[in-house]
């Protein structure tokens, strides 16, 4: 009974120490991420998409659940707590996340860069607004200013979302044809965030020469709040490739 | 539709930024207005506090005083005059904690500003509230008390409490400052209907007045003088007069005593110096309450020992075996001091008018009565 109790001491100890460990590499690489050579799992937000989306669409669906959950605890914490220091240090944790994970996967992204300054961007947005509510708030100032303020805010986001549209939009996104069905082709297109478009297979007009297997440049059409959505194939580009050509890297899949 | 994933557009999101600070800033406002509701219902209560408190500082005061005044004349008459202690402290010590040359009088029992103030800590602290100061000991050192005579027939206390300070639970300060927030409390006792402690002091009981005024109770330019050929209400009257503190004639000066001299018994020289401050607080006072014409604040009342006019009083002399002097003044307070104090009290005086040849007054006292020394 004694060695047995001594042994389970022991592996507790182990266990202590192994958790220790994995929290202090967990904190480091949080703090100091580096570029990841494997695909990321998310176990979580992996299994709220289908299977037939790519690692592309993983991250991308990850980094708005985060957001979205980010924006609903924080809501939480200004509501529940009078001090400005709980959402600030609930922000500055998430906004360490996000940038772990903009360093460690944005690689496996097809176009990095419009994700990483959309994230950023509303992310740094969000966080001081509420940060700077909860700091008026304890001013308690009158109402007007608390509408002023979120009037303020309102101008900052849609400044911000001018800039985006003005650096990253395009009109047009890539895809690849799956099927050819008389006059019209089945095209598979990734989750574009420059074009607006959700991810998925579309059913677009064909056109002469297109053949399963081709990536096409799609016409996509703008509607106001919601994604755009693919109008007809602009150019065809004769590609051996199963993958897309926005795909930079062979590895993503 | 086919469902494409879960991703949502870029453009909810961003629209999702401001809607959710707009739901927070709602509920902020909403919040600071139901909070704003319940301060302005905790101030009210404070203020109900303050006011209420003060209210009933005055309502203490008042009882307090009017306690004080019998307790002090009931005593005088048992005990006989005060000799050492002079009478607004005696009042003053009595209203406080209801002791008298340190020891306790039955009658102030629960009439004290002591207990009121034990009473208002218990009070608050059952709201929930506490005051500093939080004992007695320091509270009458932010208690600041006078009593003194008003006019001839009335006497008055003032009293502030400096510096209180109330928090509620959590400490927050509710009121800081003086109550009454400005001035102070003024409490009123007239002595008239009371008896005067002097006479039944000074003559072992044997004879007693009730302090009432005459039919000109300040004899005066305004309300008119006696008539030296009719003194027949002054000396059957047995009432008082009020006149001015100090009555000059020629080279003659005399001090009338105040309605707390009434209650001491010592040398004249001690005597003067009292009446003098007595004099100078009822001044201020009346200045303070906004009467702007001096009122008079010496009350005296005539003793005519004669058979005819007043036997019980001749008996009295007889029983405590008193001889007069054949120029006694009829002034009680002066007539009784040279009788057991002798000196500079012995102010002779001369018959007023062949009526009643044992009515004796001085000059000073005859001018102030009747505007003429007959």
């Excluded at chain 1, 690692?55 to 924080?74: D, G, M």
């Excluded at chain 2, 905790?42 to 003060?54: P, V």
């Excluded at chain 2, 100078?280 to 010496?298: C, D, F, K, W, Y």
Aim: a positive charge; hydrophobic letters at 45%; glycine letters at 6%.
């Amino acid at each position: 009974m004694l060695v047995n109790f001594g042994d389970f001491l022991y592996s507790l100890g182990e266990r202590v120490e192994r958790l220790i460990k994995s929290f202090v590499e967990v904190i480091l690489l949080i703090l100091k991420p580096e570029s990841s050579k494997k695909p990321p799992s998310f176990k979580l937000t992996s299994k709220l998409i289908q299977k037939r989306f790519t690692v592309h669409e993983l991250i991308s669906l990850h980094l708005q659940i985060v957001f979205l959950a980010y924006l609903l605890l924080a809501f939480g914490l200004v509501v529940l707590t009078r001090s400005p220091l709980f959402v600030g240090v609930f922000s500055v944790i998430y906004l360490l996340y996000l940038r772990y994970i903009l360093v460690r996967y944005s690689k496996f992204l097809l176009d990095p860069e419009p994700y990483r300054m959309f994230y950023s961007g509303v992310s740094i947005i969000s966080s001081l607004s509420f940060v700077g509510y909860t700091v008026i708030r304890d001013m308690k100032l009158s109402p007007y200013l608390y509408y002023s303020y979120l009037g303020l805010v309102v101008i900052v986001v849609i400044a911000f979302w001018m800039y985006f549209k003005r650096t990253f939009k395009r009109d047009y996104t890539f895809g690849v044809i799956k099927d050819v069905k008389d006059d019209i082709v089945q095209v598979f297109i990734h989750d574009d965030i420059s074009a607006n478009v959700k991810p998925g297979y579309y059913w677009l007009p064909s056109v002469g020469d297109a053949k399963p297997g081709m990536v096409v440049k799609i016409l996509v059409e703008d509607r106001p709040f919601r994604s755009a959505k693919p109008v007809r194939i602009l150019e065809v580009y004769f590609s051996q490739s199963s993958q897309s050509s926005t795909e930079p890297k062979k590895d993503t899949e | 539709m086919r469902r494409r994933g879960f991703l949502i557009n870029t453009a909810v999101i961003i629209i999702l930024i401001p809607l959710i600070l707009l739901a927070a800033v709602y509920e902020g406002v909403a919040s600071g207005i139901t909070s704003a509701q319940s301060q302005n219902i905790l101030l009210s209560r404070d203020t109900f506090a303050i006011s209420t408190i003060k209210k009933d500082f005055q309502n203490a005061l008042d009882l307090s005083l009017k306690r004080a005044y019998l307790t002090l004349t009931d005593y005088v008459i048992e005990n006989g005059l005060l000799i050492s202690e002079n009478a607004s402290y005696a009042l003053k010590t009595l209203i406080l904690t209801g002791t008298l040359g340190g020891v306790p009088q039955k009658d102030m029992a629960n009439v004290t500003l002591k207990v009121w103030f034990d009473n208002l800590v218990n009070y608050l602290s059952s709201q929930g509230l506490r005051i500093y100061p939080s004992n007695f000991s320091v509270f009458e050192s932010h208690l600041q008390l006078t009593v003194a005579p008003l006019d001839s027939f009335h006497i008055v206390a003032i009293a502030k409490i400096t510096n209180v300070t109330i928090r509620d639970s959590s400490g927050r300060v509710m009121f800081s400052g003086d109550i009454p927030e400005s001035g102070m409390v003024y409490s009123i006792v007239s002595a008239t209907g009371f008896e005067d402690p002097l006479l039944p002091a000074s003559l072992n009981g044997l004879y007693t007045r009730v302090i009432q005024p005459c039919a000109i109770p300040y004899p005066g330019d305004t309300y008119g003088y006696y008539n030296i050929n009719n003194v027949t209400s002054l000396v059957f009257g047995w009432c008082y007069i009020g006149v001015n503190a100090t009555g000059q004639y020629g080279t003659q000066t005399v001090y009338y005593p105040t309605i707390l001299n009434r209650f001491e018994r010592v040398p004249y020289a001690t005597y003067v110096t009292r009446q003098q401050a007595y004099v100078t607080m009822a001044i201020r006072i009346q200045r303070e309450l906004g009467i702007n014409s001096t009122l008079p604040v010496g009350l005296i009342t005539f003793l005519v020992p004669s058979d005819a006019t007043d036997p019980a009083l001749v008996g009295a002399f007889t029983s405590l075996r008193i001889s007069l002097p054949s120029d006694y003044n009829s002034i009680a307070f002066y007539l009784l001091n040279c009788v057991y104090e002798g000196g500079s009290y012995c102010v002779p005086g001369e018959t007023v008018n062949s009526e009643y040849p044992a009515f004796h007054l001085d000059n000073v006292t005859k001018v102030l009565v009747f505007n003429t020394t007959g």
